[in-house]
């Protein structure tokens, strides 16, 4: 998505080497996915779901 | 010593078969002191690693072409990038309107999935659903995906 937009930034994050990410994000279970600090959801997902939580976001 | 072995090296160049366009790979790292700091040297103790793979993923094609900056806080290049930790990786070829970032030792599973990343930037073909697409050209706001994973 990020190849398709300007507007979005995708990261993957190593988690145990950013203890303080994991904590602040309550990273407990991966891969764990947060959308502009607000909308998170856990596993791995299909498009049209991930399509979804953008739209709460 | 090196980190992929023959075989590996062998493996990478044939998924590196599908790279079309050149791929920067903007790789931030701990800026080395010549000054050992006690207490200090941890401070990032994947960088050298991270950096020696990326080094030895680079060398597999000539599409790729990696470029280091060492960063210590308040370096212009990692803020005008946006990193505020390191190691951190941007990868940006012709046709890539967003930014893909990669941060940590991509070790394990994640490696796979690092080489992944390169072959789609480098593709600059979403392949994504024509009601994703829609949804995506109608944002009215910037998002920020980040994925947490871990080494498997």
Do not use: W
């Not at chain 1, 990273?27 to 979804?52: C, M, Q, S, Y």
Request: net charge negative.
């Amino acid at each position: 998505m990020a190849i398709a937009n300007p507007r979005i930034v995708a990261d993957v994050v190593e988690v145990s080497e950013f203890p303080d990410l994991a904590q602040r994000y309550m990273v407990r279970g991966v891969p764990k996915t947060v959308i502009n600090d607000g909308v998170e959801f856990l596993g791995n997902v299909p498009e049209e779901t991930f399509v979804a939580h953008i739209q709460q976001a | 010593m090196a980190l992929l072995t023959p075989e590996i090296q062998n493996d990478i160049k044939k998924i590196f078969e599908e790279l079309t366009s050149d791929v920067r790979l903007l790789f931030f790292t701990q800026h080395v002191s010549p000054l050992v700091i006690p207490g200090r040297e941890q401070d990032c103790p994947t960088c050298e690693d991270t950096r020696t793979l990326l080094e030895e993923v680079a060398a597999l094609s000539d599409k790729l072409h990696l470029e280091i900056h060492e960063v210590s806080a308040g370096s212009e290049i990692a803020r005008e990038y946006g990193i505020d930790r390191v190691p951190a990786l941007i990868m940006i070829a012709d046709g890539v309107k967003g930014k893909v970032r990669y941060f940590g030792l991509p070790a394990g599973y994640e490696f796979s999935v690092l080489l992944g990343s390169l072959v789609d930037v480098s593709r600059a073909e979403p392949d994504l659903s024509e009601d994703t697409m829609k949804v995506l050209d109608a944002l009215d706001k910037d998002l920020h995906f980040q994925v947490f994973v871990t080494p498997t």
